[in-house]
Every structure is written in C-alpha cells, then in structure tokens.
C-alpha cells in the first residue's frame, strides 16, 4: 500500500475502522457483556429482535477481519524488509510471505464461525467435512502447495530468473503458495498454478549466447575482411561491458542469395541477450563501414519481354 492510499479514500477508510475496532474494545462490556442492549429482546418483534441479537457477531467479523488485515500488512512489511540479498533468499521470503498470508487468512476466518457460534475445533476435527473440502477442489490447491515448496527446496528457478514455461519467457517475479508469476519483456505478466508447470527452460543458470548474423558481398576479400574482424574485436568488446567472453569469429555460417553470411557470437547474461546482440550489430557495422567493407542488401534485375510481331503483308 501506498502513501498515496493512505491520503486517499482507502486512507479514510482504515482510519475509520482503526477507529471502530478501538472503540468496540473501550466498551466491549456494553456490546458483548450479558446486559448489552443487543440482548434484552424488548423491541416489540420477534425478527428485530433476531437482526439485533446478530449485531454483536457483525461487529467480531469486522473487528477480526480489520485486525487480519493490520497483521498481515506489518508481517509483510517486515519481510519485505528482510527480502534483500541472493535470490534464494527473495525467493524463501516471497514463500513464507504468501505463506503468511494464507494463514492469517484462515486463522481469521475460523475466529469470525466462533463469533457466530460455530464450534470451529468440531469443525476442524470433523473428517466429513475435511472430506467435503477435499471434494470441492482441495486436491488442486494442495498440489498447487506442494509443486511450490518443491520448487523452492529443489531449486528449479528463483525469483528474478529469466525462464520459459509453456512457451511462455518472462522473469520470475514471485513464487507463491498457490501460484508463479511471471512478466516479459512487454510488461505482460502471466499467472500459472504451481501444480501446471511441468517443464522449465531456465535461461539464467548458465551465460546465454548472443548470436549477431552480418553479411559481406561475395566480390570482398574474404582474408582481407577476417583481418579487419581480428584487429577490432578487442575494441568491439570494450564497447559492449554486458559481453562476459568473446565476441568470437565462428567463421562463415551460410552462403547466401545476396551475401557471405558472417558468424559472430558472445557469452552474456540471459537479461542482456538482446542488449548485447543489437550492439555486435551496430559495433560491426561501424568497423565494416570504416574499412569499406560492403554489406549487401537483396537486389533484383528485371528484363522486359518484348514479344516479335510478323507483320502480315
């Protein structure tokens, strides 16, 4: 949350039930006590009398619920705070954090049945209802827990990894409970159950490659041209600090329709991939350039087809 929230109607709000919750504890003997209003049944009707008696439980819930929300709040700023570091360690914390929050989540939810009556450890203890949950779609969200702790524990990927799941690349922006989230390059972010991954391409355990594809014409000296390539490809490093290795000289990769198709390639992390290959592209293309070295572009010669007429005498 923020400082905006708080100036603004959120803002109010909580400052209102801050407020509430303070005040239902100053007279908590007149609104839960045995004589409370709430209770004398002395409004002439029957159903009112109902709808009043129920205005204490209203109060519990909203006071519980506002009081789960605080605690939550401050945990996760605290964690928050200790989320710095390796990315194993923003990774345990984005876990526990979800953690936290599911069980102060149910932790409040049993708290509101009590204020209704119910008997929440019959309700715990009862394998009917235990059954019943599983039968409603408990299975999903238990595997969706478990693939979580496993992936964490095992170490597949961590939080700020660049990795493809389902055809889908994108960094690791939180591995939760229930859920991984990921967002490309675009700013889309993608959800996906924990328990739905079943293949990951991690792209951040090791250096990527970047490839950088440059064509020559075939009428250059090709010795003439890797000579060039060979006395500045200190320089081209120097002006690219993301490489880690090279750029190397691979040598002749294709031969073309319209060009010598040049091979050139770098080691460098996985975020700077594309970084790194648009700079080989321009670093190369200055060199060529400077040393009158041509890169040809697709060019198409057309002929007109005259058809012979006989002139008829």
């Known amino acids: 949350m923020t ?79 200790f989320a710095k570091g390796s990315k194993e360690v923003i990774t345990a ?22 204020a209704w009556g119910v008997n929440t450890a019959t309700l ?6 235990l ?44 591995i939760g409970m229930r859920t991984t989230k990921l967002v490309d390059y675009r700013g889309n972010i993608k959800i996906v159950n924990n ?3 079943s293949t990951v391409i991690n792209q951040s355990k090791k250096t990527s490659v970047a490839l950088c594809y440059i064509g020559v014409e075939y009428g250059d000296d090709l010795s003439r041209i890797e000579l060039v390539i060979r006395d500045n490809i200190d320089r081209v490093k120097s002006h690219i600090p993301q490489i880690i290795n090279g750029p190397f000289y691979k040598g002749v990769d294709s031969l073309g329709e319209s060009s010598v198709n040049l091979l050139f390639m770098a080691d460098c992390k996985e975020e700077d991939l594309f970084i790194v290959q648009r700079a080989m592209n321009r670093e190369w293309k200055i060199v060529f350039d400077e040393n009158h070295i041509n890169i040809p ?12 007429q006989e002139t008829m005498d």
């Open 3 to 81: 400082k905006q929230d708080f100036m603004g109607p959120k803002g109010i709000i909580i400052i209102a039930l801050a407020v509430f919750t303070v005040l239902t504890w100053v007279f908590s003997d007149q609104i839960y006590g045995a004589d409370a209003v709430f209770y004398q049944n002395n409004f002439g009707n029957s159903a009112l009398n109902t709808a009043v008696s129920y205005i204490p439980a209203v109060i519990k819930t909203i006071v519980i619920m506002f009081c789960a929300w605080l605690i939550n709040f401050v945990v996760q700023i605290v964690l928050e705070y």
């Open 93 to 114: 914390m984005k876990l526990i954090k979800s953690l936290v929050k599911y069980l102060i989540f149910i932790v409040a939810i049993l708290l509101c049945l009590s």
């Open 124 to 129: 715990i203890a009862s394998a009917g209802i």
């Open 131 to 174: 059954s019943l949950i599983i039968g409603l779609g408990a299975q999903s969200l238990i595997a969706d827990i478990i693939a979580g702790l496993f992936m964490v524990f095992e170490n597949d990927f961590e939080v700020g990894d660049i990795v493809v799941i389902d055809g889908w690349r994108g960094t690791v922006t939180e």
């Open 195 to 197: 328990s739905k991954i």
């Open 297 to 308: 572009f697709p060019q198409v010669t057309v002929s007109q087809y005259e058809a012979h």
